[in-house]
């Protein structure tokens, strides 16, 4: 592994070294459902049982999955993440290393394609059954938010490799969501969580109209391009006179979070940026000032909820570091970001163990290491910070 003694940076190497050492395989927040003891039970066919299962897992602040046959295991959307971390470190030293563990990585990731006779176009799932109040989904129906960050993955990945196949099979997912996730139900326009189903939550029909906007213009693809927009023209429709956004259309989606909060942003600014519009500005500079306003305390901390701190999750601190720096990056945002850093080692990181942490409450710790809800996203904001404050502290030499 590639050596530095700079703190962030250290703490990013440290935190590679670990996953790589274990495959980039592990335990996730929602996998309960693989437990083989559950799935040789007939209790496994009822929804509601699946839940409380599922929810058991997530919220015990003991990792019960040894005991109940839960095995560790890639995710293909953690290895997308984990891809997009090795190519901004490749990106801040020029070092092959990098580049090397990032194609192995993108190899699996191609092996791990959702069925190409089912869905026709490129796109990927999770690698367990998941249950939520809303929908059930097998383990590997494809989603729009692992199908994006894998697509964006790859075709970095493609453009730094000069791999025209790994771009166009990124280029292909958006025709999965083109195709696959629109959807108009009750006066709304957007793209489908999983294919079949209408709930409608505002970061994945971002998310899929950013993807499906760049992609588009990079085929010369009009009508994706225009079915992308009005996309984003129904999420930006319902953004509140403050700047939120709740979750999703459905009853029990009525919150609002940092993390959603921002990727609903740096989806806007990717959408921006592709179509080269200003159409989205008034809506990103409002929603970014309610942001950053709302999920930080003063001491770095990023906050869950806009009503509560808790619980402190690596994945708001991550998040917010994204926001920081693609939706804001003035010298105030990375000030504010350093900080966010500062913090996010000092509360989660372990580093006798090189990971970090999963979630504080108010009363309890829950330091269960899960590969793709934490460290994936841990290292590749870290990463993306390294390469940010390596270009701007050379831009003032």
Known sequence: MCESTDGAVRVAENLLADMSANSFAGYDPFDSLNSSLLQATPLYRNEWVRLAWLQLGKRSPVNLRPLLGVPKKRNPKGVGLFISGLLQDYRRTGEACYLQEARELADWLLSQRSNAQEWTHSCWGYHFDWQARAFYVPAGKPNIITTCYVARALHELGEVTADQALIDVALDAARFIATQLYTETDGRSFYAYIPGEKAFVHNASLWGAAWCA?????????????????????????????????????????????????????????????????????????GYRHYVATFFEADGTARYYNTSVYPID????????????????????????????????????????????????????????????????????????????????????
């Open 314 to 397: 690596m994945h708001s601190f991550a998040q917010a570091i994204f926001t920081l720096l693609k939706v804001g990056g003035t010298p105030a945002d990375l000030a504010l970001c350093d900080k966010v850093v500062t913090r996010a080692i000092e509360l989660m990181y372990l580093p006798d163990k090189g990971q970090f942490i999963y979630q504080k409450t108010r009363w309890l710790t829950n330091r269960i290491n899960y590969t793709r809800w934490t460290q994936a996203w841990a290292y590749y904001s870290l990463a993306f910070y390294n390469r940010y404050r390596a270009e701007a502290d050379h831009a003032k030499n």
């Open 214 to 286: 760049f992609a588009g213009q990079q085929l010369s693809d009009m009508a994706m391009v225009e079915q992308a927009s009005r996309v984003a023209r129904q999420s930006v429709s319902e953004q509140a006179a403050d700047g939120s956004w709740v979750y999703g259309a459905r009853h029990h989606h009525q919150f609002i979070d940092g993390f959603h909060s921002g990727y609903n942003l740096e989806a806007l600014c990717m959408l921006r940026d592709a179509l080269h519009t200003d159409e989205f500005d008034a809506c990103i500079a409002k």
